[in-house]
């Protein structure tokens, strides 16, 4: 029985449009980011996780629903730190399988310099910090209050992948790998945003899963960083091998 089965309507629709107001804001930071100005692209997402962190703490929102609760935080790391091994042990063997090391290469990590800043900065700080105190820590708490926990994972791994699409854009003509299997052309990148969205939908779907398991946003931000952060250095690896 989900938490919401005994509420009374006033409450439901409560919570309900505490989950409009954090799509809503989701909506707009997405479009803010992508389609306005760098500044915008760097800072827009951190702000708007942190405004949505305050707002639905004064919704009534409690750190543990919030993801963010101490006591949570020693079962969170270990989760974080089993996540984040196998990760660099798949990325790393997916870089050096010729097979599969064509996937890697990404235009936008063909240094190794620019690879490491973006792994230790850009990903955490703008990426994978934000974008689960949003998802999984905001949206996910919004959504447990309202509909339980069929509503967290469905809507939010569909939000999540949807969140992807305007990051997506020019994926397939970016990466030697996909734009191989897909093409380079409209349908091509058609069906590499399709592809993302899927993909990271199932993403957000397993980092549900660790928040829910380990109770704390720390094991879903450790996966999230390592996926992103792995990927990239071991993309500029790829180049590395590939040229040399």
Sequence with gaps: MSRTDNADPPRRLHAWLDVAVVVVVL??????????SAWANVVTVPLA??????LMR?????????GLSPRHWRRGTVYALGSVGIVLAAVGIGALLPITRPFFLADRYATVSGALVASMIVIPLQTA??????????LHGALD???????????????????????????TSGNRGLSGILGGGVAGQVAGIGLAVVATAAAGAVFTWLRRRSGSLLAPIALHWSLNGAGAVAAALAWHVAFR
Excluded: K, Q, Y
């Excluded at 909506?27 to 306005?36: E, K, Q, R, V």
């Excluded at 996780?49 to 305050?54: E, K, Y």
């Excluded at 009534?60 to 919030?66: I, S």
């Excluded at 339980?148 to 994926?171: E, P, T």
């Design 129 to 138: 910090i934000p974008e689960e105190l949003a998802f999984r820590g905001v």
């Design 27 to 36: 909506a707009g930071t997405n479009l803010i980011a992508h389609f306005t």
């Design 145 to 171: 209050r309202a509909s339980g926990v069929r509503g967290v994972f469905a809507a939010g791994s569909l939000l999540f992948g949807l969140w992807h699409i305007a990051s997506s854009l020019g994926l």
């Design 58 to 66: 004064r919704r009534g929102l409690g750190w543990a629903e919030l």
């Design 49 to 54: 996780a942190i405004a949505l962190v305050a």
